[in-house]
């Protein structure tokens, strides 16, 4: 308990230091919050106004815009389209959706198996979370916020967990953490660099392909070593990179004593950095932060998940604090995802004193995969965007679309099936053991 | 304080014992104290008693906040969007939340029987 007021201290030293350490971008600053008046059919235009503004503004239909899209008196998020000219509406988003029992149904499912693979493998559920709050309907900024304000609380509940069954490594978790926060900043960087000189399609294939690499790569190293490991292998056998690199002496040395490796800090800060990146790029830090740990620094992969939340938690936090200052976060959402995240957290958490270390990487590595596939299938799109090949048939288009998003359903589903059927069989194993040793010391 | 009382608990014990003439086990017991390895202090009972209580009150406040949150929903989401020191209430509130239903979760697990391996 001690320790864990210690993280909360260092959360706090740490977060006045950064300035938008948040996974996935800081918020967005050319969209308007505000109420639609009146539209004018006939000039294409509409009366705003701003939320805690007397004033109202007039705003021009964008072109593509129907005027009964706009609706009047409800709380609406608007982006302004900057190269159509002074006040052009891009698109109009309802901010506030009406709870519907299918929409709520939904979140508590998701949130369930979302928290389950959290608790399991460190990350996940933010990758799947998002899209499938925008497919409810949910403006995209309002779902990322909304996503962020309930990855960190969960994240708490599963890294004090998982500390309590002393698998989390806190000092590594700082360590990885701060770094990890300025990563970010370098990630935003590069986006911002891309978003500028090759727009916004050339920014979305740019994550797309960073993405598929990643996960293609990693993750199928990741399998081949889980598979190697279910053949016989030594499970706690380190990687060779991981031993070559605690050969490197360069102080500063680090000490992580419940990961039980001795390192140098030059090795812990690139990899901290680049998980930063690549959370600021992708959203989903802990697909390169977990095999970081485990094969460059050389923790197992029961602790280097464990210490994976610790990690989420510090930048979930200082992200919600972000998105909150925009007003952007939909407390409902949030709170109905916890109501299934907080069971599926520690469920997972404790599923991972049942199974062998090999398991966690197969979950890991069969979700990053599964994951590659749906973001591989809005490539063409994306091309086609920034006319690198013909525009795509619609028929085509549409298949794409669904393929990327039943992918990532499938990855959460499937993940969510070997985890439960690991624990299940791992649970059985143990009764029958104490059963086992009952009659031995009774017989 | 409470090591001495322990302690003294301990050295009372192995007295008890040693005067019985169970000489090993006051041994034991002296033994425990030196090189500080605590012995389970009573056999463990075969089911451990499940936190009912702490699962139905946890759960009840947990489910009034959801209930007062749905009926009150259009405030809610008018306040806490309101940006600037305003993200303190989703921020807080999720913690809050966190905490309660964390606590009813972790609780419902142990009485449905689901357990870490220790």
């Known amino acids: 308990m001690k320790k864990l007021l210690y993280i909360i201290l260092g959360v706090f030293l740490i977060l006045p230091m950064v300035t938008s350490a948040n996974a996935g971008g800081p918020p967005p600053k050319d969209i308007m919050k505000g109420t639609f008046l009146n539209v004018d059919d006939r000039a294409r235009t509409a009366t705003f106004q701003k939320v805690g503004n007397k004033e109202t503004m007039q705003l021009i239909l964008g072109t593509d815009m129907k005027p009964s899209d706009v609706r009047v008196n409800k709380k609406v998020m608007v982006s302004l389209d900057k190269h159509a000219g002074e006040n052009v509406i891009k698109s109009i988003d309802i901010m506030f959706l009406d709870m519907t029992i299918k929409r709520i149904i939904s979140l508590l499912v998701i949130g369930l198996i979302g928290g389950l693979l959290s608790g399991f493998i460190g990350s996940g559920g933010a990758f799947v979370l998002t899209p499938a709050m925008m497919s409810l309907g949910v403006p995209g900024a309002i779902a990322v916020a909304s996503n962020m304000c309930h990855k960190f609380p969960k994240a708490m509940v599963g890294a004090y967990k998982r500390y309590k069954y002393g698998q989390a490594d806190i000092k590594l978790g700082l360590v990885m953490a701060s770094t990890a926060i300025i990563g970010v900043q370098i990630g935003i960087k590069i986006q911002k660099y891309i978003l500028n000189h090759f727009g916004n399609a050339g920014s979305n294939l740019y994550v797309s392909v960073i993405f598929m690499i990643v996960l293609v790569f990693v993750g199928g190293y990741v399998l081949y070593d889980a598979y190697k490991l279910s053949k016989g292998g030594d499970d706690t056998k380190i990687s060779r990179l991981a031993v070559r690199m605690q050969k490197i002496n360069i102080p500063p040395m680090m000490y992580f004593k419940v990961a039980k490796v001795r390192i140098s800090a030059w090795v812990t800060i690139p990899v901290g950095l680049f998980t930063g990146m690549l959370a600021a790029t992708i959203a989903v830090g802990g697909f390169i932060g977990v095999p970081g740990m485990i094969y460059v620094v050389g923790a197992s992969a029961v602790v280097a998940s464990a210490t994976e939340l610790i990690i989420a938690f510090i930048m979930g936090a200082w992200g919600s604090v972000q998105w909150g200052l925009s007003g952007l976060i939909d407390i409902r959402l949030t709170l109905l995802i916890l109501a299934g995240s907080l069971i599926g957290v520690q469920l997972g958490a404790l599923g991972t004193t049942y199974v062998k270390d090999y398991m966690i990487k197969l979950v890991m590595a069969s979700t990053m995969l599964i994951v590659a596939v749906s973001r591989g299938a809005k490539i063409p799109g994306y091309l086609a965007d920034l006319n690198l090949r013909p525009a795509l048939d619609p028929q085509l288009a549409h298949t794409l679309t669904q393929v990327s998003y039943w992918a990532l359903v499938t990855a959460l589903a499937s993940a969510g099936l070997i985890i439960t059927v690991a624990m299940v069989k791992g649970m059985m194993q143990a009764k029958a053991e104490a059963q086992m040793g009952k009659i031995v010391s009774h017989g | ?118």
Do not use: C
């Not at chain 2, 014992?17 to 012995?39: L, M, Y």
């Open chain 2, 1 to 118: 304080m409470k090591t001495e009382v322990n302690d003294f608990d301990r050295h009372m014990a192995a007295a008890t014992f040693a005067e019985a003439g169970e000489f090993e086990t006051a041994t034991e017991f002296i033994q425990e104290g030196k090189d500080g390895v605590k012995r389970e202090k009573t056999p463990a009972p075969a089911t451990r008693k499940k936190p009912y209580a702490g699962m139905v009150i946890f759960g009840a406040v947990s489910l009034s906040g959801y209930a007062a949150l749905m009926t009150h929903q259009d405030w809610v989401s008018e306040t806490f969007t309101t940006g600037g020191w305003h993200a303190a209430y989703p921020v807080v509130t999720a913690i809050v939340f966190s905490f309660i239903h964390g606590a009813f979760a972790s609780n419902l697990l142990s009485v449905l029987g689901i357990e870490a391996k220790k």
